[in-house]
């Protein structure tokens, strides 16, 4: 494990985007981590399930914890597909995508039931194994 993922199972647009990461993730460099677990605060009581609620959290092998699109960054990098996020790096881009991902995070649940019709994944994890 490189990057361990705390991730909204129950949000579909989360689901799906960590669905197609794992997809990708052929050398398993990436961990996830469902916010929803029943365990989730006895296994990582380190983290902040609340601000973990609100940001992306992510935790690398060497225990760094980063937030929002370095995250996101690092995994799709891992996975051998950072062109697909490279842009958000880009010193113009990056305010303000750091800015829209704080706003989409805040709004996940409407906007995915604008793009999906499911507001949250009625029985957990949305399909993801």
Request: aromatic share 12%.
């Amino acid at each position: 494990m490189k990057l361990r993922i705390f991730y909204d199972s129950q949000c579909p647009l989360c689901a799906a985007e960590m669905a197609k990461l794992k997809r990708y993730d052929t050398k398993e460099f990436i961990e996830l981590a469902d916010l929803a677990s029943v365990d989730f605060t006895t296994r990582y009581p380190h983290i902040d399930i609340k601000y973990a609620n609100q940001i992306l959290h992510g935790e690398t092998e060497h225990g760094e914890l980063l937030t929002g699109l370095d995250v996101t960054y690092l995994a799709w990098a891992l996975v051998g597909k950072k062109h697909f996020v490279v842009p958000l790096t880009w010193p113009v881009v990056k305010p303000v995508a750091d800015f829209l991902y704080l706003k989409f995070a805040k709004h996940r649940y409407k906007i995915s039931y604008l793009l999906t019709g499911k507001k949250r994944c009625d029985t957990g994890q949305c399909g993801l194994s």
